[in-house]
T-cell receptor, first 109, second 116 residues
Framework: DAKTTQPTSMDCAEGRAANLPCNHS???????VYWYRQIHSQGPQYIIH???NNETNEMASLIITEDRKSSTLILPHATLRDTAVYYCIVRYRNTPLVFGKGTRLSVIA | SAVISQKPSRDICQRGTSLTIQCQVDSQVTMMFWYRQQPGQSLTLIAT?????????ESGFVIDKFPISRPNLTFSTLTVSNMSPEDSSIYLC?????????????FGPGTRLTVL
């Protein structure tokens, strides 16, 4: 079973920041938080990951709470092409990804 | 990142028949993963295929239904046997990779299977 809880769906206005929450209250000390997204009819795409520090790359930022029980993926300026299902996954290194239901993000013009 | 291709990209099959899906990677990888995504659902791991050994299947999936071959480090096949409409899904292969200094997985484009 997935170890994360995410809202089923969210809307975001184009150009605004999209903040996608994820709860992972049972995360263990050696588990990483990964975010993937799946655009319709495509394979999942890696976005970002982190252990306990906040992370930023060219796609997004990842904010992990100090107790590591929740995190937020931030897309700073959402575009229509960011419409997708976003998956928050916690896992030990070198283990296969286990997907939950994810959040369906709709970016609205 | 790894470049992964799958064949066929889609197919429509009759119940009771079998379909073999191919996965080709542009680099050598020890492990390959096969996932299923039923309509409107998330991805479910079917099995992990290591070159030179038997595939390891997840709960609810068996070798007789989903036989897997792994003849070399860049190629794998998944066969969906004796198909029924419930097997209509997208089947995706995936390989480990590195991103930002930590391990992750890359996914192929998927094979969309419809069973009539």
């Amino acid at each position: 079973d997935a170890k994360t809880t995410q809202p089923t769906s969210m809307d975001c206005a184009e150009g605004r920041a999209a903040n996608l929450p994820c709860n992972h209250s049972t995360i263990s000390g050696n588990e990483y938080v990964y975010w993937y997204r799946q655009i319709h009819s495509q394979g999942p795409q890696y976005i970002i990951h982190g252990l306990k520090n906040n992370e930023t790359n060219e796609m997004a930022s990842l904010i992990i709470t100090e107790d590591r029980k929740s995190s937020t993926l931030i897309l700073p300026h959402a575009t229509l092409r960011d419409t997708a299902v976003y998956y928050c996954i916690v896992r030990y290194r070198n283990t296969p990804l286990v997907f939950g239901k994810g959040t369906r993000l709709s970016v609205i013009a | 990142s790894a470049v992964i291709s799958q064949k066929p990209s889609r197919d429509i099959c009759q119940r009771g028949t079998s379909l073999t899906i191919q996965c080709q990677v542009d680099s050598q990888v020890t492990m390959m993963f096969w996932y299923r995504q039923q309509p409107g659902q998330s991805l479910t791991l079917i099995a992990t295929a290591n070159q030179g050994s038997e595939a390891t299947y997840e709960s609810g999936f068996v070798i007789d239904k989903f036989p897997i071959s792994r003849p070399n480090l860049t190629f794998s096949t998944l066969t969906v046997s004796n198909m029924s409409p419930e097997d209509s899904s997208i089947y995706l292969c995936s390989v480990p990779g590195l991103a930002g200094g930590a391990d992750t997985q890359y996914f192929g484009p998927g094979t969309r299977l419809t069973v009539l």
